[in-house]
């Protein structure tokens, strides 16, 4: 039973975030009401002491090419991601929103903070202004630093035009107290478009189509590959790497697209290194799986989950159970990882309506044997 103080607050609380949505959404948002939300997201959270709001717009993520090898270890430490929002246009779609404020909240409540916040990739549902500046409005709420990452949705209307002014280049590394951090673009597509004199928005409405049989496999590409094979050649291979893209770096089930075609040519440019974590969108729910040094983790998504795939589906991984379709945050949430001292992860997966599910280090390493995620306690539908 909810304490009657804790009562008042909470209803104060949800009635300036109603009133922060509702400006959000009237596209008439002050920063004063802004200022109100965050104020009362900290004391839901149960912040000691609400910190004065200094609005900021959103901040291009910080690219640094790495030149250097990575510094001396500093682990663990922990980074959060969120992950496949997929925003409609505001007069569409309140629901997704509502989804990825609750998200932002539940990072911006981690005490301590992450180093960190990646997002992976899906911010918008076909790529338009509307759905990409209110993804940027919403993101630019979260305290910690945030590195994007670009999913098909973001990319095929206008080939990444507005997302790469927005959010910076599509591709890039950065280092981070020992690791080798590479965030790809890998929902590159062939051109299946031109001979078929497709509009960007039928360019755009087929890519969204998980299963539209007219597109292209997902693949890094040629250009790319050449620029990780430079990148990763200055880089010690006993640096452990971890590695973002939005599509999971394995062939799991081409109909679906959750794949990507170059994926053997990536691995192999991995597997010198000793340690080697891929953290991936697009398939919105729990996935594991492990290919010799790579370990590979799905991340959740705030909008919907996906079903398992009817093929290919990795040994390791440990399924959700079937979500209740009458429960609209069922199987989606966020979550954290945790750098640990090897280089290798813990993935926390914090799901909305069920307990955490953590996928240890431990393991993938003993290849399932060893520290089995509980299944989630909740019944599945
Ligand atoms: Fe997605
Ligand atoms: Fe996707």
Redo the contacts with the bound molecule.
Sequence with gaps: MIPLKWGKRRETYLTEREQWLKELMDSGQTWQGRRKFLQMAALAAGAAAVKEFVPHSFQLVEVVQAAEPAAAAERPFTFAYI??S?LYEKTLNERFVRQLIRAVNDINALDPQPDFVLYG??LAQLGQPGELNLGAEILKEIKAPVKMMV???DWFLDMGDLWKAKFGPPYYSFDHKGIHFVTLMSVNEKDFWTSKGLTPMQRMQIVSGLDDGRQSAFEVGEEEREWLARDLAKVPKTTPLVVFS?SPLYKLYRNWNFWTDDAEEIQALLRPFKTVTVIH????QVLTNRIGNIHFHGML?T?WP?PYAPQGLPKLTVQMNRPDPFNQTEGMGDGTITVNPSGHVDKEYLMWNRNPLKVSEKYLDSNGNLDRPAKTTLPGY
């Excluded at 969108?281 to 919105?284: F, Q």
């Design positions: 992950s496949d997929h990739g899906d999913g098909e949705h939005h969108g697009h398939t919105h998504s909008a996906w």
